[in-house]
């Protein structure tokens, strides 16, 4: 490997390990639970099996080759294939979030499967962040690869999903990209239950939506 390459990797894994430890102080993730990758030059760094967001040691992070084999690290997340589907669906997107954030997940036990819309587009950094469309993913039991088909599908247009009684995945063109918008989303989700049922709730309009789309999309 190129020595620059070597340093953008060692690079990535200190921000992941940073940045995961930042989602799970502020209990986005609990215990075990979520994983994040980052696509490098030559294939992928992905968080281990059973580790935990908060504790994440840099040199044991997993390495996946392009063809998604595990070669280095401490053996990866057994949802290897939610981060391929993503990946190879969004070439443009640098990095996959994970999470069992509590609204967002609240939001996938409360919506219907193919919704494409469960969370109104309240604030214009919930659009910028997401965009326009929030696909709903029937439920699979955790680690069902049989998912990675509609998560694929779903993906080719959206950047951010919810899997059903289960969590959300959010990418985004970097790591960090896709760890605001994974925040974002959260605090989208935990406004869309505080408000549910306020009168004179007001969103904003389609021509408002269409408009940031067209600024920051």
Not at 50 to 61: E, F, K, M, Q, V
Not at 90 to 119: E, F, K, N, Q, Y
């Amino acid at each position: 490997m190129h020595e620059d390459a070597k340093a953008k990797e060692a690079e990535m894994r200190e921000q992941l390990a940073i940045l995961g430890r930042s989602l799970f102080e502020r209990g986005y993730s609990v215990g075990t639970a979520g994983n994040i990758s980052v696509r490098l030059a030559e294939g992928y760094l992905m968080t281990p099996t059973n580790s935990c967001l908060g504790r994440l040691d840099p040199a044991r992070i997993s390495r996946l080759a392009p063809d998604w084999s595990h070669v280095g690290g401490d053996k990866p997340s057994k949802e290897v294939f939610l981060h391929r589907a993503v990946l190879t669906a969004r070439p443009d997107a640098g990095a996959v979030v994970h999470l069992h954030s509590t609204h967002a997940t609240a939001i996938g036990c409360l919506a219907v499967p193919g919704d494409d819309a469960p969370i109104p587009p309240l604030t214009p950094y919930f659009v910028m962040r997401v965009g326009r469309r929030l696909p709903v993913i029937p439920y699979y039991r955790p680690g069902d690869a049989t998912m990675e088909p509609a998560v694929h599908a779903a993906a080719k247009d959206a950047r951010a999903m919810l899997l059903a009684n289960h969590g959300p995945v959010v990418s985004g063109r970097t790591l960090e990209d896709a760890v605001h918008a994974a925040e974002e989303l959260e605090e989208a989700a935990r406004l869309a239950l505080m408000l549910r049922g306020v009168p004179g709730l007001r969103r904003l309009t389609p021509a408002q939506v269409e408009d940031l789309l067209a600024t920051f999309g």
